[in-house]
């Protein structure tokens, strides 16, 4: 039996797959993510109803497995309170790059085949969808 915060066995399987410069996009329940990732990715489906399973329980649970060079997130409207940034900021460290790209521009970099691994939430606020650049693993 697996010892582990996360016993999903394909998002482990996804998860030991990732290499440095690999994209893992975590998505909010509102991403259409089937035309807007890699066709090479794989679909983790964590999505069973809309506010379960977040994307910050998801991020947190990813956070110990793997390290990230970079986050990259959609821009939000200026005179949007986006709180669920305020939360991955304070879950990643000060030393991760975070980029904010518009719209399309988040698409394009979703749909690149650096992106491996999508992860289906169901996290229903806003501007919620975070893209990770996973970092070489210091031995």
Not at 11 to 16: D, E, G, M, S, V
Not at 89 to 101: F, K, Q
């Amino acid at each position: 039996m697996i010892k582990s915060d996360i016993i999903h066995p394909d998002l482990l399987q996804a998860l030991a797959q990732c290499g440095h410069k690999a994209n893992i996009l975590i998505t909010d329940a509102n991403y259409s993510f089937l035309t807007n990732t890699s066709t090479q990715a794989k679909i983790i489906w964590l999505n069973f109803s809309p506010g379960m399973i977040s994307s910050v329980i998801i991020l947190e649970k990813i956070l110990a497995y793997i390290n990230v060079e970079k986050a990259t997130l959609m821009a939000s409207p200026v005179d949007f309170n986006n709180t669920i940034e305020c939360e991955y900021r304070g879950m990643l460290s000060e030393a991760i790059e975070i980029e904010h790209v518009e719209r399309n521009a988040f698409y394009s970099q979703a749909k690149s085949s650096d992106t491996i691994l999508v992860i289906a939430s169901g996290e229903t606020r806003r501007f919620a969808n975070i893209l990770l650049t996973v970092a070489p693993t210091l031995i």
